[in-house]
């Protein structure tokens, strides 16, 4: 009993040194939370502005979240719940608002190998301001698993975000103003300044701009916001605390808003919003030569870890063909990858893309020249190995379809000759009964003949029957050299 009692002992401590070992996330302290980005903030009453909601996973790869979200119903309406450049790609239930309890849900996750790292945006939520107060948002419900066999529960803390809602510092009345005349309305809105916040990180490729006026006339209806060489956006009034960029690329972009107010008159102002690079990966193995169709081209290098890497092929700064890989936890990176291209001379260029859009500029370039083992037709591009089994295929077809003739021609030839051989049969059989027929005759003839002298009538029969056994003689004789000789 003793001896039972210290087996079970010993099986459990090895199976908790075992899973210690194997799976040390599985024992790790919790270490991943929520929280919102900006914490804090002023607005006015009718304004919007953005909250992003984060995860923050300290050393511990994570795979799926879920929260409920709640929110002061009666100072805060949520307007739109955005999935843009989340770090989950599935959905088991999408996030979800209800404006009359002040709640908003969500489940998500992603595949092997999760996510690890600071400030990993969930969603974003667009909020406008209803009445004024203090609006604090906080989480409940909280579960956040880690990327290992037993989905441990890794959710450690969730911090809250607290808002100041104000009166308006505007009140524009619903003024009629005609659109043509001397009466018209030509004093365009109060000049203005734009202010671009990249949230305290330069690579932020969507930073926020902080812009408003007033307009003593008409009163303002909207603003219109161009970015670069891009189309205006149009944004309402009211929408403008803050307006967040669409993702951006590195570099510097001219800004241009523009106020326009209810009689159509407007004031400009510009600013410039400079969004720098982030760490621009690094290519390590690249092949001088590459036999198209014959072998797989083999690309690695070094980056941020767990990032998005685009791989760029190009040929006289044309692009030729794009591929996606992701970076692993230390940072490394390759792609293994068959393809057919023309011949000549090429350059491999790789950037960065993290989970929040940000880019890097292109590394420096890879000098390839490529070999077609082929032949190029227009568009196509044939492989000399393709044409070797198109041609072996071909040949196995025509070798296929004579031993095909040949055997149709040895069953065609078999069945001749089992017909033949009955046809035979049958005309020797007809051939010997008329035989016997006539020689019946000619036999009952003979018996008269001993007799007697046969009279004309007689002997003129017997003419006829020998002659007719001739005949049929030589019919067969015929016949039967004629169906040997067709077979």
Request: glycine share 8%; charged share 25%; proline share 4%.
């Given at each position: 009993m003793k001896f039972k009692q210290l087996k079970k002992i010993y099986l459990l401590i090895f199976f908790l040194v075992f899973v210690s070992y194997f799976f040390p996330s599985a024992t790790k302290a919790q270490k991943a939370s929520f929280n919102l980005r900006p914490a804090t903030g002023s607005f006015s009453v009718g304004s919007t502005f953005y909250i992003d909601v984060l995860i923050n996973a300290d050393g511990i790869a994570l795979n799926a979240a879920q929260a409920t979200i709640s929110f002061p119903a009666d100072k805060l309406k949520v307007v739109e719940l955005s999935k843009k450049s989340s770090i989950f790609t599935l959905w088991p239930n999408e996030p979800v608002f209800s404006n009359s309890e002040g709640k908003i849900s969500f489940t998500g996750g992603l595949p092997n190998p999760g996510f690890i790292g600071e400030s990993g945006k969930v969603f974003t939520i667009l909020f406008q301001a209803k009445s004024v107060g203090q609006a604090a948002i906080t989480f409940s419900g909280e579960i956040i698993t880690a990327n290992d066999p037993f989905g441990t529960n890794i959710f450690s803390s969730s911090q809250k975000g607290s808002y100041s809602i104000t009166a308006p510092s505007e009140y524009e009345p619903p003024i009629e103003v005609p659109s043509e005349g001397p009466e018209a309305d030509k004093e365009p809105p109060l000049p203005f300044e734009i202010t671009v916040d990249n949230e305290g990180d330069p690579t932020n490729p969507t930073p926020?701009?902080?812009?408003?006026?007033?307009?003593?006339?008409?009163?303002?209806?909207?603003?219109?916001?161009?970015?670069?060489?891009?189309?205006?956006?149009?944004?309402?009034?009211?929408?403008?605390?803050?307006?967040?960029?669409?993702?951006?690329?590195?570099?510097?972009?001219?800004?241009?808003?523009?106020?326009?107010?209810?009689?159509?008159?407007?004031?400009?102002?510009?600013?410039?919003?400079?969004?720098?690079?982030?760490?621009?990966?690094?290519?390590?193995?690249?092949?001088?030569?590459?036999?198209?169709?014959?072998?797989?081209?083999?690309?690695?290098?070094?980056?941020?870890?767990?990032?998005?890497?685009?791989?760029?092929?190009?040929?006289?700064?044309?692009?030729?063909?794009?591929?996606?890989?992701?970076?692993?936890?230390?940072?490394?990176?390759?792609?293994?990858?068959?393809?057919?291209?023309?011949?000549?001379?090429?350059?491999?260029?790789?950037?960065?893309?993290?989970?929040?859009?940000?880019?890097?500029?292109?590394?420096?370039?890879?000098?390839?020249?490529?070999?077609?083992?082929?032949?190029?037709?227009?568009?196509?591009?044939?492989?000399?190995?393709?044409?070797?089994?198109?041609?072996?295929?071909?040949?196995?077809?025509?070798?296929?379809?004579?031993?095909?003739?040949?055997?149709?021609?040895?069953?065609?030839?078999?069945?001749?000759?089992?017909?033949?051989?009955?046809l035979k049969k049958k005309f020797y059989k007809e051939y010997y009964e008329l035989r016997i027929g006539i020689e019946k005759e000619l036999k009952i003839l003979r018996s008269i003949q001993t007799e007697r002298e046969l009279n004309s009538e007689e002997r003129e029969r017997q003419e006829e029957l020998l002659k007719d056994l001739e005949d049929v003689e030589r019919v067969i004789r015929i016949e039967l050299k004629d169906i040997e000789e067709a077979k």
């Open positions: 926020l701009l902080y812009f408003q006026t007033q307009d003593k006339g008409s009163g303002m209806s909207h603003y219109e916001v161009k970015i670069g060489e891009k189309e205006f956006i149009r944004v309402e009034k009211g929408k403008t605390t803050p307006f967040r960029l669409p993702v951006q690329t590195p570099g510097i972009l001219p800004i241009l808003v523009k106020a326009i107010d209810r009689a159509g008159n407007f004031t400009e102002s510009k600013a410039e919003v400079r969004i720098e690079s982030i760490a621009v990966p690094k290519i390590t193995i690249c092949p001088e030569v590459f036999k198209s169709g014959e072998e797989m081209i083999y690309i690695g290098g070094n980056a941020l870890p767990n990032t998005k890497i685009i791989i760029s092929l190009k040929k006289e700064e044309e692009l030729v063909k794009e591929w996606e890989v992701t970076s692993d936890a230390e940072g490394d990176w390759s792609l293994a990858k068959e393809g057919l291209f023309k011949s000549g001379k090429y350059k491999i260029l790789v950037k960065a893309k993290d989970s929040r859009g940000a880019e890097s500029y292109p590394s420096e370039s890879c000098l390839l020249k490529i070999i077609l083992g082929g032949i190029a037709i227009g568009p196509w591009i044939i492989t000399y190995k393709t044409l070797t089994l198109f041609g072996l295929v071909i040949f196995i077809i025509l070798l296929l379809f004579f031993l095909f003739l040949i055997y149709r021609v040895k069953k065609t030839r078999k069945i001749i000759e089992i017909e033949v051989l009955d």
